[in-house]
C-alpha cells in the first residue's frame, strides 16, 4: 500500500520569496514516481514536476524543484522567487510498480501569495 | 491541441437517480483515469483503464459506481442511486501510455451535486 502525506495544510508567502512544500511518502515499491500538481481555484489540475525514485538528480522546471531524499522517503517542493499566480492548492502524488494507474494523492497544501 | 474534456461541466439530481458523467480523453491517449473530488479534499483514485487491458477498478467506492470505456477512448463513469455523498467533483485524466514516468493530464472536471 502506498501513502503520501502532507502536513501543511495552509502557507502564506510573500511575493519573490521561495517556499518549499512538504511531501512525504510510504511505499514498499521499489521503482515509483513522484508528482507535484497545483489546483488554482478555477479548479484544473496541471502537472508541475515529475520525480523518479531511480533518479539520481532532483528534477527542476523553472521555478520549480523537487527536493528529493529517498531515505528520509520525502519529495518537497521549492517554488522559487513566488508570483501572485502561485497562489493555489498544490498536490503531491507518487504511483509505484506493483499498480502505474493507481495514483495516490496527498491532501493538498494551500498556499497564499501576498504582495 | 484540444485537451482531456468532460461533460456535463456541472450535474444536479436528486436522490436515487441514476447518473453519467463523460470523459474525452485526448487523441492518442491509451491510459485513462477517473478520480473524486470532494470538497476542500485531496483527489480519490476510482478506477483506470490502460489499453484494451482489464480496469483497475479497486477505487470504486460501491457497487453503485461503474465505468466503461468505449473503443479505446471516450469514458463513461456511471453512478445508480445517487446518494448526497456522491457529491463532488468528478475529475478525469489521461495519459500517453500509462507508464511509469508518464504524465497525466486532467480534464475541467463535473461538478455533482445530490439533492
Known amino acids: 500500500a502506498q501513502k503520501i502525506t502532507q502536513t501543511q495544510p495552509g502557507m502564506f508567502v510573500q511575493e519573490k520569496e521561495a517556499v518549499t512544500l512538504d511531501c512525504t511518502y510510504d511505499t514498499s515499491d521499489q521503482s515509483y514516481g513522484l508528482f507535484w500538481y497545483k489546483q488554482p481555484s478555477s479548479g484544473e489540475m496541471i502537472f508541475l514536476i515529475y520525480q523518479g525514485s531511480y533518479d539520481e538528480q532532483n528534477a527542476t522546471e523553472g521555478r520549480y524543484s523537487l527536493n528529493f531524499q529517498k531515505a528520509r522517503k520525502s519529495a518537497n517542493l521549492v517554488i522559487s522567487a513566488s508570483q501572485l499566480g502561485d497562489s493555489a492548492m498544490y498536490f503531491c502524488?507518487?504511483?509505484?510498480?506493483?499498480?502505474?494507474?493507481?495514483?495516490?494523492f496527498g491532501a493538498g497544501t494551500q498556499v497564499v501569495v501576498t504582495p | 491541441g484540444a485537451g482531456v474534456s468532460q461533460s456535463p461541466s456541472n450535474k444536479v439530481t436528486e436522490k436515487g437517480k441514476d447518473v453519467e458523467l463523460r470523459c474525452d480523453p485526448i487523441?492518442?491517449?491509451?491510459?485513462l483515469y477517473w478520480y473524486r473530488q470532494s470538497l476542500g479534499q485531496g483527489l480519490e483514485f476510482l478506477i483506470y483503464f490502460q489499453g484494451n487491458s482489464a480496469p483497475d477498478k479497486s477505487g470504486l467506492p460501491s457497487d453503485r459506481f461503474s465505468a466503461e470505456r468505449t473503443g479505446g477512448s471516450v469514458s463513461t463513469l456511471t453512478i445508480q442511486r445517487t446518494q448526497q455523498e456522491d457529491s463532488a467533483v468528478y475529475l478525469c485524466a489521461s495519459s500517453f501510455s500509462g507508464g511509469g514516468t508518464d504524465t497525466q493530464y486532467f480534464g475541467p472536471g463535473t461538478r455533482l451535486t445530490v439533492l
Open positions: 502524488a507518487m504511483r509505484g510498480s506493483d499498480s502505474w494507474g493507481k495514483f495516490q
Open positions: 487523441s492518442g491517449h491509451t491510459a
